[in-house]
């Protein structure tokens, strides 16, 4: 039943325009999309792969849980209160179990603004301590920003801060089931961790594993330290399948060629331009046609080239 589940993934993964006239996938709810059931115990409600509007209300990223057996765990606290209600009420319908933990994937805002919802619940939340520290600094630019797109999703909303924050790994024993929770190594950004249930070969990657829609290069973002923590820690795990950041649940491969073939393609593409005394003014313009079915290719593919000739400028 779980591989049939898969191939359904898979079928649903091609990419949609990145725009804000993609229909909303549940109007009776805050969500994009309803929450969709990935292995026996893990669950996952995909965000829309375009940037946050008011149509999508921020979920344009994957809202997750585990359901182990004495008690829920959430992966992502939502880009604002009304999303992060709404995501509760959807794991009502499933399990009578109550959120015992929510783990921030990263420092943005679609993973750390709704917060403040479960943490009025009395429900701790989990963070790498660098995103934890990213959220500090950028947390107010983060909520305003989320108030001119979300409007009125945006009410009850408040900054709080993760009440738990590791280093290198955490790991949890609940209901016999196993959750490991990894910093596996610099890659898209700050604090960034997966969430791994080897019990049934699931990572919930997070923002290390993109497939549908391009993956955003930031301005900290060290592209060949991205690479090496895929190929030296994260592929290593050996997961049959792979709840990206953003994007339909798929295998290992799918994810390997959204993410690293890109981040290759584009470190070669950049490096050649380097080599012919190529400038920054015209890295932005380098040929990156081959990814222009990903989601999002138009909004960040320029900026992406401008960072990496930034990042290998001087390498």
């Known amino acids: 039943m779980i591989r049939a589940l898969l191939f359904s993934f898979m079928a649903l993964a091609t990419p949609a325009i990145a725009s804000e006239d993609i229909a909303d996938k549940y109007p009776q709810s805050t969500l994009y999309d309803k929450p969709m059931q990935v292995t026996k115990s893990v669950w996952s409600a995909i965000g829309?792969?375009?940037?946050?509007?008011?149509?999508?209300?921020?979920?344009?990223?994957?809202?997750?849980?585990?359901?182990?057996g004495d008690g829920v765990i959430v992966v992502n606290g939502g880009a604002n209160a009304k999303l992060a209600e709404a995501l509760h009420a959807e794991i009502r319908t499933?399990?009578?179990q109550p959120v015992k933990l929510v783990i921030n994937e990263n420092g943005q805002g679609?993973?750390?603004?709704?917060?403040?919802?479960w943490a009025a619940q009395g429900v701790d939340i989990l963070a790498h301590a660098d995103a934890a520290h990213e959220f500090e600094d950028r947390g107010f630019q983060?909520?305003?920003?989320?108030?001119?797109?979300?409007?009125?999703?945006?009410?009850?909303?408040?900054?709080?801060?993760?009440?738990?924050?590791f280093e290198d790994r955490h790991d949890i024993e609940m209901g016999g089931l196993s959750v490991a929770v990894l910093r596996l190594g610099p890659a898209h950004g700050a604090g960034d961790i997966s969430v791994w249930?080897?019990?049934?070969?699931?990572?919930?990657?997070?923002?290390?594993?993109f497939h549908t829609r391009m993956p955003p290069i930031f301005s900290d973002t060290c592209t060949s330290c991205w690479i090496e923590t895929w190929?030296?820690?994260?592929?290593?795990?050996?997961?049959?399948?792979?709840?990206?950041?953003?994007?339909?649940?798929?295998?290992?491969?799918?994810?390997?060629?959204?993410?690293?073939?890109?981040?290759?393609d584009l470190r070669r593409t950049i490096g050649a331009h380097l080599d012919t005394g190529g400038t920054l003014d015209d890295a932005y313009y380098v040929d990156q046609?081959?990814?222009?079915?990903?989601?999002?290719?138009?909004?960040?593919?320029?900026?992406n080239a401008g960072v990496v000739y930034t990042e290998m400028e001087f390498e």
């Open 94 to 96: 499933i399990t009578d």
């Open 142 to 165: 983060i909520l305003e920003g989320m108030k001119r797109y979300a409007r009125e999703n945006a009410e009850g909303t408040e900054l709080v801060a993760p009440t738990l924050t």
């Open 289 to 303: 046609s081959a990814w222009a079915h990903l989601d999002t290719f138009e909004e960040l593919a320029t900026k």
């Open 231 to 264: 190929d030296t820690a994260f592929e290593p795990l050996g997961a049959t399948y792979v709840i990206p950041g953003h994007g339909t649940p798929t295998t290992m491969d799918v994810v390997r060629h959204g993410t690293i073939d890109y981040l290759e």
């Open 48 to 68: 829309a792969t375009a940037p946050p509007t008011y149509e999508n209300a921020g979920h344009n990223n994957n809202l997750s849980f585990i359901v182990t």
């Open 197 to 209: 249930v080897p019990d049934e070969g699931v990572v919930i990657a997070g923002d290390i594993a």
């Open 110 to 117: 679609h993973a750390m603004l709704g917060n403040s919802y």
